[in-house]
């Protein structure tokens, strides 16, 4: 374009030279085609400046467009790598699983009956487990139960350790009157010995059983036979028996009559064996009230005739000693009655 510009310029150059050598109506003529000339040169200058800016707008077009394509390039580059390393991995894995088609088929065309066996042996498993996941919760069920009752046991338990130990205390507190009854019972038997000393081995007998002192009298130291008066060398070992039990009011005391079984032959208002030794135990009582102090509520009399012998009323001497009076000697046992009551 600017070399076309150039080019008009020495044709103008040209014709103003050759103006000056040709007549009026040539200059006319060339006057005119300059004119014409300077006008198409405007015109081409103004297309010339719309060309340069389009010129500079498709350069600029041109290096955005480079620019695009060097990154689709790039771009394309490195795509281009990773697709070829996916259709590698692609591939890879079309063999590996084209491998795996081929061993499945295999497996299942070769392995039916090792396959039935093997979902036998899976039934068969499960079956098992089901019946054990059973058997659990049945064991499951048996351990509440079986805790509850525990619970209970043991709570039962405690209730019981508790009453034991109760037991325990009042059964000490017993053993400690028995203890202390034992002690009395003793001393009263030393204090009844001291007190008959002379009488003992002479038809009177002093022994302790079952927590009570006996004092046994013979028929032949308080009575003649067939009587129920006392003579009085029975009397004088009656007032000193009396005299421990004025001392002792913590004892009661039972006297009681025995025959053997000879039947009675007397007359009068004695009829019998049992009115012979339910009136020989009555006179003792009698002689005990009249010469001490002590409470007639703390005594009793009875008579059991023949019927609670020491010995065989088969011989003489046997006889002898079932025809005796006892006199029973108890402590008193209100506080041991009153722990058993309280239970």
């Known amino acids: 374009m600017k070399k076309s510009f150039i080019s008009v310029l020495y044709v103008a150059a040209a014709m103003a030279f050759m103006l000056s050598c040709v007549p009026a109506r040539k200059f006319d003529e060339i006057k005119k085609k300059k004119e014409a000339y300077e006008k198409e040169n405007a015109q081409l200058k103004i297309e010339n400046q719309s060309f340069t800016a389009k010129m500079t707008e498709l350069q600029s077009s041109i290096d955005y467009m480079n620019k695009r394509i060097y ?24 063999k590996t699983y084209q491998l795996l088609l081929a061993n499945n088929r295999d497996l299942l065309s070769g392995s039916n009956s090792e396959t039935r066996k093997i979902l036998v042996q899976l039934k068969t498993t ?124 913590d004892i009661n005391v039972l006297i009681e009559g025995h025959t053997d079984n000879v039947p009675y032959a ?3 208002a004695i009829k019998d064996n049992w009115d012979l030794s339910v009136l020989r135990a009555t006179a003792i009582v009698k002689i005990i009230t009249a010469n001490s102090s002590v409470d007639p509520k703390r005594l009793s009399a009875s008579g059991k005739s023949e019927y609670d012998p020491v010995e065989s009323n088969a011989t003489k001497e046997g006889k002898a000693k079932n025809r005796r009076t006892e006199i029973i000697l108890t402590p008193k046992l209100d506080e041991l009655f009153q722990i058993i009551e309280s239970n």
């Open 71 to 94: 990154g689709l390039e790039l771009d394309s580059t490195v795509r281009g790598t990773s697709l070829r390393t996916m259709t590698s991995n692609y591939d890879q894995l079309n």
């Open 266 to 268: 007397g007359t009068g």
């Open 126 to 249: 499960q079956d098992s487990l089901l019946n054990k996941e059973d058997a659990l919760k049945k064991l499951a069920a048996d351990l509440e139960i079986k805790k509850t009752s525990l619970d209970k046991l043991s709570k039962e338990m405690e209730t019981s350790r508790t009453e034991l130990e109760a037991k325990e205390a009042k059964l000490a507190e017993l053993q400690n009157i028995l203890n202390k009854k034992d002690s009395t019972v003793k001393a009263l038997k030393a204090k009844v010995i001291d007190a008959l000393t002379g009488y003992e081995g002479k038809g009177l007998t002093i022994t302790q059983k079952n927590g009570k002192v006996y004092v046994s009298l013979d028929e032949s130291l308080l009575f003649a036979s067939g009587s129920f008066t006392v003579d009085s060398k029975g009397v004088g070992a009656i007032k000193k028996l009396a005299k421990v039990l004025e001392t002792n009011p």
